[in-house]
């Protein structure tokens, strides 16, 4: 595709359920964002891809998110359990050639959980 | 580790006027810096970005200016309109250690017509 693609665009969960967020970054971009952004906040860093080095996952809030990037192109987010307070929309981002670059951005995905 | 301060938070003009944003950042070994326009329902979109290697870019009614000695950054928006009413971001990043970009915690921007 042309840009940055993320499914579902709107997701509503009951609480303690588990939920898939997926990204389709752009075609031949080494780089892959997950942030997280709650209703009029800024974006708050989950986890970055880069090529085949092992992801920093240093923004997860807990050990209840986990992500993976499959061949290098498609990421899914996964948050088990769910909160009330995870309730966001998440935004996927890549980039090529590292961070130097331009990053697009998906439309986002707008979890809520209920 | 690495930080981006932004300010201020929110800001209101009168269309016409003039906003400036201002950020600053920890790593000095950064050398790429992009702004970052939200509108309301969609992802940040890439407004204007500059490199370490100038200290002003313009394009068009906005411009990008960095002063490398102090580690901060600024973006002005001359005349502004109605429809530059929306969250701007900056950020910083580095070609070397993970390559990752740092955002700040962004600017609710009003252009009151």
């Known amino acids: 595709g042309a840009g940055v693609s993320q499914s579902p665009s709107n997701k509503v969960t009951e609480k303690g359920k588990d939920v898939e967020l997926r990204c389709d970054p752009i075609?031949?971009?080494?780089?892959l964002y997950w942030y997280r952004q709650s209703l009029g906040q800024g974006l708050e860093f989950l986890i970055y891809f880069q090529g085949n080095s092992a992801p920093d996952k240093s923004g997860l809030p807990s050990d209840r998110f986990s992500a993976e990037r499959t061949g290098g192109s498609v990421s899914t987010l996964t948050i088990q359990r769910t909160q009330q307070e995870d309730s966001a929309v998440y935004l996927c981002?890549?980039?090529?050639?590292?961070?130097?670059?331009?990053?697009?951005f998906g439309q986002g995905t707008r979890l809520t959980v209920v | 580790g690495e930080n981006v301060e932004q300010h201020p938070s929110t800001l209101s003009v009168q269309e016409g006027d003039s906003a400036v944003i201002k950020c600053t950042y920890s790593?000095?070994?950064?050398?790429?810096f992009p702004w970052y326009k939200q509108e309301l329902g969609k992802g940040p979109q890439l407004i204007i970005d500059?490199?370490?290697?100038?200290g002003e870019k313009k394009d068009q009614r906005i411009a990008v200016t960095l002063n490398k000695t102090a580690k901060h950054f600024s973006l002005h928006i001359t005349e502004t309109q109605p429809e530059d009413s929306a969250v701007y971001f900056c950020a910083a990043s580095k070609n070397t250690g993970g390559f990752k970009t740092i955002f700040g915690a962004g600017t609710r921007l009003f252009v009151k017509a």
């Open positions: 981002a890549s980039s090529s050639q590292g961070a130097n670059t331009e990053a697009f």
């Open positions: 075609s031949g971009h080494t780089a």
């Open positions: 500059i490199r370490s290697n100038v």
């Open positions: 790593d000095s070994a950064s050398n790429y």
